[in-house]
């Protein structure tokens, strides 16, 4: 019954409307059907829904165009290309703009509603979702890139720009991990709105004692680098958002607030949706007319590319779907086709974080998500949940150990897979994240690090694919979840529902204020007694 009923909360009118008086009239005039008066709005929107979606793919393939057009005419100027990008990087500022406000009240409107057990027993399915489907995409990297086999020693004689590369300073995967840890409790929460510490190593001369030759060391320290700490963040809010709930009465006001907040957040996200098509077309064509050599890097690095997107289509195409049936029992292809909007983003603007704003609307609007869900589980996914950059990192490393003809023992390719694992965790929501956390792959393992400058020249396009997978994902584990968690979430509901003189309050799930379900049973016992 509650599935054919209209989704928003608005639609209450359109039922009162819609019902004809009892009293006085016919059994047949009683039963013939009427349409609600704001059907047209209705088939409206839903036009006006699939007009941006088809937009949006029409950006895409306008902007692949583009970008071989001007290719095709040789367009090498650095600021033509800087002014055929200039519209997508505005659309990336845009929605970075709105990571921050976001993050802050999705998560404490979505807690807000829960109780300490709810959001902990959600916390942990969330967890092992996001680590399982990681690790799987870590190995299944792993059994691709050793099976297919795409390096070739002869690529590495014949790379271009190497020598320019610079040998990184040993960083461990302990300190890595260390890190992660030290994100997650900020000591300024200011601060943690647009730095993170990082552990580095710098090379300095020291004069051991006793001795007069001064002898290079290296130094580990602790510093800031720029971007937001998104786990800090999380972490902070995750616990105002839970105590604000405990609180009661005492915390509403607060609720309301950021509940505003909120909707005000997602009103700008669908403003700028509407300039996303043309955005993805700038920074796609942009991309694609940047490129210095496309045949040779294609000859270079065709099998690798070949093997990460093998890789990335089973993961996103296969596994993750199957892993979604068999929870719920339910058709993936229609979760797909809700999420459609969300992953075309992610393929243009390459960037988890920035498309979490879609994301959000594409769950909740178009899937019908539980909104407590995805405010909880959606900005945690975007900051750890990266099965395209495990699956990526790991085919990385290992094939340039291949180009370097050195033999990985069972133990070192176990390495690769847990490492790339962590380090995907800890790769920020950015493009091109992954090249940074190869680092720890390539130093935990023993192989050379200036061989990442040979990927940099096919990054951009794996970027965009692995980041698509990455929203995948974080789309999938918010269904699962809320699919294992609606027992709960009706638990906390149910007391609102047994309370008569209650305030009227919506769930995502009715399209009407749940104090207004007794109409229903009025209704159909009037039916009986008229017959």
Same mark, same amino acid.
């Given at each position: 019954m509650k599935n054919q009923l209209p989704a928003h909360p608005s639609n209450k009118a359109q039922y009162d409307e819609a019902l004809p008086p009892i009293v006085g009239v016919g059994v047949l005039e009683l039963l013939e059907p009427k349409l609600p008066k704001s059907c047209l709005g209705t088939y409206c929107g839903f036009l006006v829904r699939n007009s941006l979606l088809a937009l949006t793919i029409l950006g895409v393939v306008a902007g692949s165009l583009f970008g071989m057009l001007l290719r095709y005419v040789s367009v090498t100027d650095p600021d033509t290309l800087m002014l055929v990008s200039f519209p997508g990087d505005i659309l990336m500022r845009m929605l970075k703009m709105l990571i921050l406000p976001l993050i802050i009240s999705s998560l404490i409107t979505g807690l807000a509603g829960l109780d300490a057990r709810?959001?902990?027993?959600?916390?942990?399915?969330?967890?092992?979702?996001?680590?399982?489907?990681?690790?799987?995409?870590?190995?299944?990297?792993?059994?691709?890139?050793?099976?297919?086999?795409?390096?070739?020693?002869?690529?590495?004689?014949?790379?271009?720009?190497?020598s320019t590369a610079t040998k990184n300073q040993e960083v461990s995967s302990l300190d890595a991990f260390m890190d992660l840890i030290r994100n997650l409790f900020p000591e300024n929460l200011v601060q943690a709105c647009f730095q993170q510490v990082q552990t580095v190593a710098k090379t300095v001369s020291a004069t051991p004692p006793n001795q007069t030759?001064?002898?290079?060391?290296?130094?580990?320290?602790?510093?800031f680098k720029g971007g937001m700490n998104v786990l800090g963040l999380i972490g902070f809010f995750i616990t105002f958002g839970i105590c604000m709930g405990k609180m009661g009465e005492k915390g509403r006001l607060m609720s309301e607030f950021f509940n505003i907040l909120n909707e005000i957040i997602m009103k700008m996200v669908g403003i700028i949706m509407w300039y996303s098509p043309i955005g993805i077309a700038s920074l796609i064509s942009?991309?694609?007319?940047?490129?210095?050599?496309?045949?040779?890097?294609a000859r270079q690095l065709g099998m690798y590319m070949v093997t990460v997107m093998v890789g990335l289509v089973i993961h996103g195409g296969i596994i993750l779907p199957l892993i979604y049936f068999?929870?719920?029992?339910?058709?993936?292809?229609?979760?797909?086709?809700?999420?459609f909007q969300a992953w075309i983003t992610a393929l243009g603007t390459a960037s988890s974080a920035g498309t979490l704003p879609v994301t959000f609307r594409c769950l909740e609007e178009n899937l019908k998500i539980d909104r407590r869900v995805t405010r909880f589980v959606l900005p945690i996914g975007a900051t750890i949940n990266m099965d395209?950059?495990? $699956?990526?990192? !790991? =085919?990385?490393?290992?094939?340039?150990?291949?180009?370097?003809? @050195?033999?990985?023992?069972?133990?070192?390719?176990?390495?690769?897979?847990?490492t790339a694992t962590l380090a995907s965790v800890g790769a920020a929501s950015i493009p091109s994240a992954g090249l940074v956390t190869m680092l720890l792959i390539l130093t935990a393992v023993g192989l050379p690090t200036?061989?990442?400058? $040979?990927?940099? !020249? =096919?990054?951009?396009?794996?970027?965009?694919?692995?980041?698509? @997978?990455?929203?995948?994902?974080?789309?999938?584990?918010?269904?699962?979840?809320?699919?294992?968690?609606?027992?709960?979430?009706?638990?906390?509901?149910?007391?609102?529902?047994r309370q008569p003189n209650t305030p009227v309050t919506r769930s995502s799930s009715l399209p009407f204020p749940v104090a207004d379900t007794c109409c229903i049973d009025n209704l159909v016992l009037r039916l009986v007694i008229s017959w």
């Open positions: 709810s959001s902990g027993r959600m916390g942990s399915r969330a967890m092992i979702y996001y680590m399982s489907t990681t690790v799987i995409a870590a190995v299944l990297g792993v059994i691709l890139v050793l099976g297919i086999h795409p390096g070739n020693p002869k690529l590495r004689n014949s790379g271009q720009d190497q030759e001064p002898v290079v060391v290296n130094v580990k320290k602790l510093e942009g991309k694609i007319a940047a490129i210095g050599d496309l045949e040779v890097v068999m929870i719920t029992r339910k058709n993936p292809f229609t979760f797909y086709s809700g999420i395209g950059t495990a $699956l990526y990192e !790991a =085919v990385a490393a290992i094939f340039i150990a291949q180009m370097n003809d @050195i033999s990985l023992d069972s133990g070192q390719i176990v390495t690769v897979s847990m200036q061989d990442i400058s $040979l990927l940099i !020249a =096919v990054d951009w396009l794996l970027d965009r694919m692995r980041t698509s @997978i990455n929203v995948v994902g974080d789309s999938f584990g918010a269904g699962i979840v809320d699919h294992l968690s609606r027992a709960e979430l009706a638990e906390i509901d149910r007391p609102v529902l």
